[in-house]
């Protein structure tokens, strides 16, 4: 169980939560990081006394040091600066809650540094699965799932008798703000609309991802690398009301599911006070007054992100973190108003191909297709 933890990405939504399991929950909070939010992170070191932060801008972190210099608590910068706080000595867990491919070098420096890994940066495993988690078993590191649906799914899995007894994990989607709609329909949505989420508060790139159900393709890859399952045994669901967060089906065909009303300080916490439980503050689950739970195939042709994750990593190597960093650049553009909602998809399409192939590969690969996926997506 965690006692000391550092939080990278501490100001965006997970981080902000994280923080509130660990107000609740009486963790020490060792180390924090952020992209560049100096107001929000000199509230956190104010109040949970730190004894590093680092921003990633150099001149957010130059502010940040003058503004801190009056209490004890060491400001780094840059990406050197976040994998020091990961690495840091004194605490236990790291809890990562970086948002996009950037998190793959503090989770790897985290790894090295035999930290138990709280994980709700997906796209470090689906840019480096095989890397972190040939790091993990070097270092002898736990990873544990925060994503909610792989928190649900880890949750189902508890007393297994053997990986051998799983016959399929049933992800469950919610479909997002565009549920029901036709190409047609969404060719003009604005990014206001995709940032219309039905049931979860979550930052701009996870929200459109989301919209795109990109969100569900990276997360069967996540399954994937977490759970040890091929590709085609993860069903995807869409389940509007987002209650059932996840489910396994056992070789009896009996399914597990893992339920609760959507607020991630409940697998926040579980990842955290793994295997024990606590009291936590979120509402209890009340079945009768929800009244009723609804199912759906997903639509493959207009949400078609999520085929091409499913083909990213049944081709395997760096086709995953390919098609994640199009993504990345692919959502950022539309979120600037470059390019249409349906054209997301269409760029990301684009790697395939066009990148090269690899069976085994290093962080410098990693960080080449980065860069190669993020150009391919910006050239006309
Ligand atoms: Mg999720």
Sequence with gaps: MTKNLSILGSTGSIGKQSLDVCRKCGYKVKALTAFSSVDEIEKQAREFKPELVALVDENAAGDLKTRLADTDTKVLAGVDGVCECAALESADTVLNSVVGMAGL???L?????????????????????????SEAEKYGVDIL????????????LQGRPSNKALKKIILTASGG???????????NVTVENALNHPNWAMGAKITVDSATMMNKGLELIEAVWLFKVKPEDIDIVVHRESIVHSAVEYDDNSVIAQLGVPDMRIPIQYALTYPERFESPVEELN???????????????????????????????????????ANEQAN?????????????????ERVFGRVPEYTDYTLDDVMEIDALSREIVRGD
Excluded: W
């Design 332 to 348: 950022l553009m539309f979120r600037k108003g470059e390019i249409g909602f349906l054209e997301i998809a269409e760029r990301v």
């Design 287 to 325: 079945l009768a007054q929800i009244g009723k739970l609804t199912f759906y195939n997903p639509d493959y042709s207009t949400f078609s992100c999520i085929n091409l994750c499913k083909k990213a990593i049944s081709m395997g190597g760096l086709m995953p973190a390919a098609v994640n960093s």
């Design 145 to 156: 799932p925060v994503d909610s649906e792989h928190s649900a799914i880890f949750q189902c």
């Design 109 to 133: 420096a985290a790894i090295k540094a035999k930290k138990k890994i709280a994980l709700a940066n997906k796209e470090t495993l689906v840019a480096g699965g095989q890397l972190v988690y």
């Design 105 to 107: 070098k503090p989770t």
């Design 177 to 187: 703000p565009f549920f029901g709609k036709t190409r047609d329909e969404l060719k």
